[in-house]
């Protein structure tokens, strides 16, 4: 039973496009995040939600909109897509509460968009 | 502000050998927690260990170990016998206390070759 999935896997699209990446963790955590790998392999953070709400907003352009529905759900959308969009987005979760900085990320398995 | 450093991009060894991969950090906090991340070829994060920062005692788990020394900010991670298994980017990661925010480093790819 995958503790955090993201779906699709692989994305290709066309420059322009929106597209969006969803992500369920089923570990009971409240706090997800997205992660961005790009092509040199370096981690980003992009944003953290805490049982919904938007604690973490890292210099993201505005056309990423993350969604959170629940505290199990957190989604990316991207808007006007663009070739340096090109990258694998990670979805993460962990506990939270006071002293939240021990908690381990657990990681999905990733979902490469590649835009043409 | 708060960083980690990878020195190595690419580390080639043959297999058996012990392999050391560095990580140094900055930050101004006293409580914060330091991370080994694995990502092999499959492209999974895979968690290794957490130590705190009032912890600097050594850690072993079969092959691995690591080192984590206040003094010169490092918390080195130590292959011992490697086996092509072990191929992968390992990445070091460092958070604050109280914070959501995991940093990376920009990680060291081994390459245990047989």
């Known amino acids: 039973d995958t503790a955090v999935s993201q779906t699709p896997k692989y994305l290709v699209t066309q420059m322009g496009n929106d597209k969006s990446i969803k992500c369920e963790q089923n570990?009971?955590?409240?706090?997800m995040y997205w992660y961005k790998q790009d092509s040199k392999k370096f981690l980003k953070i992009m944003f953290s939600?805490?049982?919904?709400?938007?604690?973490i907003n890292e210099t993201v352009p505005n056309r990423f909109s993350p969604k959170s529905p629940d505290k199990a759900h957190l989604n990316l959308h991207i808007n006007s897509l663009e070739l340096g969009d090109s990258a694998v987005y990670f979805c993460?979760?962990?506990?939270?509460?006071?002293?939240?900085?021990?908690?381990?990320?657990?990681f999905g398995a990733g979902s490469r968009l590649t835009v043409l | 502000a708060q960083k980690v450093t990878q020195a190595q991009t690419e580390i080639s060894v043959v297999e058996k050998e012990d392999v050391t991969l560095d990580c140094v950090y900055e930050?101004?906090?006293?409580?914060?927690?330091l991370f080994w991340y694995k990502q092999p070829p499959s492209g999974e994060l895979v968690f290794l260990i957490r130590?705190?920062?009032?912890?600097?005692q050594n850690e072993i788990s079969g092959r691995y170990s690591w080192n984590f020394q206040k003094s010169t900010s490092s918390f080195n991670f130590t292959i011992t016998a490697s086996q092509v298994v072990d191929s992968a980017v390992y990445f070091c990661?460092?958070?604050?206390?109280?914070?959501?925010?995991?940093?990376f480093g920009t990680g060291t790819r081994l390459q245990v070759f047989p």
């Open positions: 993460a979760s962990s506990p939270a509460g006071p002293g939240s900085g021990a908690n381990v990320l657990t």
């Open positions: 570990l009971g955590h409240d706090t």
């Open positions: 939600y805490n049982n919904k709400e938007l604690i």
């Open positions: 930050t101004r906090d006293t409580t914060y927690y």
């Open positions: 130590r705190n920062s009032f912890d600097e």
């Open positions: 990661a460092l958070r604050s206390y109280n914070t959501d925010k995991l940093i």
